[in-house]
């Protein structure tokens, strides 16, 4: 069985325990069992309690195989798969990608390294706290303000239009504003959830989210 964790249009995630169960129900029916395969790359560093991701947030305990890339939360490049030794032994033996392509460099796995110390550090939950602070206001705000979008926690924040020229207006309406924001339309997105989606970084400041939500605040259409 395989999905995301979080999904990265609109932040929203998959409900890893529930799944999880299937995939235990399942399990004897088959002669190989059920693998629960789950790509958390917007999840990882970004939300749970220790920045575990969606296992953590779902409280869902570990999956079969937890893809994901370093280059998010993060921020290097490249990517990874954990699971149990047999499944990596499989893998480093059978994956066209990992064998066939060039691997990371000695310095990106090296910044990856650091970058999962930071997590793992109080640093790394002030930086998760102050994520969490942040993206509450955005959300919380938007909500005020009349705006449609999500419930949750996960940083990337959508501001759900529903339609592809209402979202192209409020593109352009934040670019003229110095907001640089990235609309998403059909087909990237299905019809009816075009939206704008924000992504709040723990680097922002707080006047950065207030300059955006004023800027939506004074739109001059109806929202
Ligand atoms: C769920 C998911 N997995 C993987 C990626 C891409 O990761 P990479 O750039 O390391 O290939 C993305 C997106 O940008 C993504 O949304």
Redesign the pocket.
């Known amino acids: 069985m395989v999905t995301?964790g979080?999904?990265?249009m609109r932040g929203d995630y998959a409900p890893l325990a529930e799944i999880k169960k299937i995939a235990a129900r399942f399990d004897g029916l088959f002669k190989e069992g059920v693998l629960m395969i789950v790509?958390?790359?917007?999840g990882v560093g970004a939300i749970g309690a220790t920045g575990r991701g969606t296992e953590e947030h779902t409280g869902s305990g570990p999956v079969d195989l937890l893809?994901?890339?370093?280059?998010?939360a993060f921020g290097v490049?490249?990517?990874y798969v954990t699971g149990e030794r047999v499944l990596i032994d499989y893998l480093r033996e059978k994956a066209p990608l990992y064998i066939y392509s060039n691997p990371i460099t000695p310095g990106e796995a090296a910044a990856a390294v650091k970058a999962l110390d930071i997590v793992d550090s109080s640093a790394g939950r002030g930086l998760l706290g102050r994520l969490r602070r942040l993206t509450l206001r955005f959300r919380q705000a938007l909500i005020n303000l009349g705006y449609e979008t999500l419930a949750g926690e996960h940083p990337v924040v959508p501001l759900l239009l529903r339609d592809t020229a209402r979202t192209r207006t409020m593109v352009q309406y934040l670019t003229t504003h110095g907001i640089l924001a990235t609309g998403l339309y059909y087909p990237v997105v299905p019809r009816g959830e075009e939206e704008i989606r924000f992504q709040i970084s723990a680097d922002h400041t707080e006047a950065d989210i207030d300059e955006v939500l004023a800027v939506l605040g004074a739109f001059p259409g109806p929202v």
């Open positions: 995301d979080i999904f990265s790509d958390d790359s917007h893809i994901a890339t370093l280059g998010k490049n490249g990517g």
